[in-house]
């Protein structure tokens, strides 16, 4: 079982700058990838980043050139950098093990993107 807790969202103005966490527990972080997902309001969640236990990295395309995905397995933690915010970017985004099988979700973190 597998348990996560994000943080870091805010409100945040178009061009701005977040960094969310998400802290895992449950099962030993290492042998987990890792991926970050969102959903807007009306939409399906979406994937936006993925890493794996060798810290292979994979990107969505709205993603690539403005977010990095990182993780510390001493502090069982994914990162998600995000740059150059956009509009568009709203929405609460989620971490969860992958794949994702039938996992259960977090709570995840609202970040809005608004002047």
């Known amino acids: 079982q597998v348990h996560v807790v994000e943080s870091g969202g805010g409100l945040v103005q178009p061009g701005g700058s977040l960094r969310l966490s998400c802290v895992v527990s449950g099962t030993p972080f290492k042998f987990l990838a890792m991926g970050w997902f969102r959903q807007a309001p009306g939409k399906q969640r979406e994937l936006v980043a993925s890493i794996t236990t060798d810290e292979y990295t994979n990107y969505a395309e709205f993603s690539k050139g403005r977010f990095t995905i990182s993780r510390d397995n001493v502090k069982n933690t994914v990162y998600l950098q995000m740059n150059s915010l956009k509009p568009e970017d709203t929405g609460v985004y989620y971490c969860?093990?992958?794949?994702?099988?039938?996992?259960?979700w977090g709570q995840g973190t609202q970040v809005t993107v608004s002047s």
């Open positions: 969860n093990a992958i794949p994702l099988g039938n996992r259960s």
